[in-house]
């Protein structure tokens, strides 16, 4: 039986402020059974969770009836499966692979108040900090192939078109994958899209690139200073991706770093997936 608060919520990933208690929020946590114990004593331990007072502090708990589950008693193998598809630890790297981040972020969230059986840590101590490193390496990848697709050749010719909608999804793919790869370049994983770039505020590498991003985000299409932000968050990019060994490729031309990056995992199943998947 382990104890704590883990999962989906800004109060799991610290982000708790007075416009996110409105729902899901109040005094709660979880209770994580072995499959075996679950089966024998599961109803009776949420029977004693129930009876527990719905007020604590001034706090009353805020559940929705499409987001149960979150707290209270659950299987272990139930929670992990939930967020990663595997009941522990993927078997695989293609397994790995196809976890998105935002899923790995929360199933690792919060706190472990107590854990004597060690089962629950086991798992979600094996899922951290990152990914494994050719997995690492693969959605790096990736995450440079659509910069590069999204901002460095689409943006440009949506822009030379007068296409400032098409030009705005664009720009909006590029934010996207350059938070993914700031996440990912320091071996974290990242959180719920809204969450991202507050989250971001407490990363190092390739941290400059964040005022770049942040002025892309909160822009006008029609101004002129995307190009000017872009380069530099590409250039930032890069030269982390070289700091890291993960790139030997010259220049700011993301795909060129997507291709380094690439032939740098060493499982060959996965050097062989298309260099967007991940």
């Not at 208690?21 to 109803?43: M, N, Q, V, Y």
Request: charged share 25%; hydrophobic share 35%; with cysteine.
């Amino acid at each position: 039986m382990a104890f704590g608060l883990s999962g989906q919520g800004s109060d799991c990933l610290g982000f708790d402020d007075e416009y996110s208690r409105d729902h899901d929020f109040g005094p709660g946590f979880c209770i994580w059974l072995t499959d075996s114990d679950f089966e024998k004593h599961g109803a009776q331990v949420q029977n004693v969770y129930d009876e527990l007072d719905g007020e604590f502090m001034g706090f009353n708990r805020k559940n929705r009836p499409m987001n149960p589950g979150r707290v209270g008693v659950m299987r272990t193998s139930d929670f992990f499966s939930f967020f990663t598809g595997s009941p522990g630890v993927p078997k695989s790297l293609m397994k790995w692979n196809r976890i998105q981040e935002h899923f790995m972020a929360s199933c690792t969230s919060g706190e472990v108040f107590k854990d004597e059986l060690g089962e629950f840590s086991a798992i979600r101590n094996a899922l951290l900090p990152c990914y494994p490193e050719d997995i690492r390496k693969k959605k790096l990848a990736a995450r440079a192939a659509s910069m590069a697709q999204s901002a460095q050749y689409n943006f440009p010719r949506m822009m030379r078109r007068g296409d400032i909608f098409g030009g705005r999804l664009a720009l909006g793919e590029f934010l996207n994958a350059a938070l993914s790869m700031m996440y990912l370049l320091n071996f974290r994983y990242e959180p719920f899209y809204k969450w991202q770039f507050e989250g971001a505020k407490t990363l190092e590498a390739m941290s400059d690139a964040l005022p770049h991003l942040q002025s892309i985000a909160a822009g006008s299409t029609k101004r002129d200073d995307f190009y000017y932000n872009i380069e530099c968050v590409c250039a930032i990019a890069a030269k982390e991706l070289r700091k890291q060994r993960l790139s030997d490729a010259e220049g700011i031309y993301m795909e060129d770093h997507g291709r380094s990056i690439m032939s740098r995992i060493e499982d060959p199943l996965i050097r062989s997936l298309h260099i967007m998947e991940g």
